[in-house]
């Protein structure tokens, strides 16, 4: 099966600014990946060429490929995954975009639902059915900006869900969640992996990582720094080396925290 995601010797710049610097990293489509960094270390900007928002130089020896082609229609290649990430909860609370809407926006990789679209009965059933995969059928007649951050998430969720994505990208899942939210997602997300969901986790917070997620990429002023296991990474050494300073893991009910 060809990988989700093949970079050889990728440089991204945004201004004046090296955000990625030759970068090569290859990510299957069957594996649990965390890329993990400080702010500024590149692992957003890694989401972002992977979502073609950002584009590479183009370079002799540089290569990249998603999903084995290196030309896509955007739309149609940003329907290969199922996104969730903050800036699409505060656009979809801007345009006070109702719940089922939103979910059904998946089916389009837009947000809300335009003229030109055309929706059948069947991608609302489809909408209903992942707001139930995600216990938020209550939600339906709602809109995002009436619910909780824990809520929204959820319903973003469902929209990432609803085309039977390859993969579930997820970028810093848990920002602005109470710690119960945070448990509450923490539950889908293992649910979601037993059910033979992929993820791909974008993050610099420790805690989100779920057991299941067994290889780490750590990002460090735009390179891959290491990339390995999650036994042989998940180390106060390694931490510390990438996150600029001395780090100290405690692990609490499972999870990992960075004190």
């Not at 995002?144 to 997820?170: D, F, K, Q, W, Y």
């Not at 997300?189 to 989100?208: I, Q, R, S, Y």
């Not at 510390?240 to 004190?259: K, N, Q, T």
């Amino acid at each position: 099966m060809v990988p989700l995601l093949d970079l050889v010797n990728v440089t991204v710049r945004l201004g004046a600014h090296t955000a990625l610097d030759r970068v090569s990293l290859r990510i299957g489509q069957h594996e649990h990946v965390a890329i993990l960094g400080a702010n500024g270390s590149g692992k957003t900007t890694l989401l972002r060429l992977l979502l073609r928002e950002v584009y590479p130089l183009q370079t002799a020896d540089m290569s990249m490929q998603v999903l084995g082609r290196d030309r896509w229609n955007v739309v149609e290649m940003r329907s290969a995954f199922g996104i969730v990430n903050q800036e699409l909860v505060q656009q979809c609370r801007r345009h006070r975009l109702g719940v089922l809407e939103t979910v059904v926006s998946g089916f389009f990789s837009s947000v809300g639902i335009w003229p030109n679209h055309l929706v059948t009965d069947d991608m609302r059933e489809q909408a209903g059915a992942a707001l139930a995969r995600v216990g938020a059928t209550a939600l339906a007649g709602r809109r995002v900006h009436e619910l909780s951050s824990g809520e929204a998430r959820r319903v973003l969720i469902a929209r990432a869900l609803v085309h039977h994505p390859r993969t579930l990208v997820l970028d810093e899942p848990t920002n602005s969640l109470d710690p119960v939210a945070m448990r509450e997602l923490r539950t889908q997300m293992a649910a979601l992996m037993d059910e033979g969901v992929h993820l791909l986790l974008v993050t610099h917070h420790l805690h989100e990582l779920l057991p299941g997620v067994d290889r780490l990429v750590l990002m460090r002023q735009g390179r891959v720094a290491y990339d390995g296991s999650r036994a042989e990474l998940l180390r106060e050494d390694v931490l510390s080396d990438v996150f600029g300073g001395p780090i100290r893991l405690v692990e609490r009910d499972g999870v990992v925290y960075a004190v």
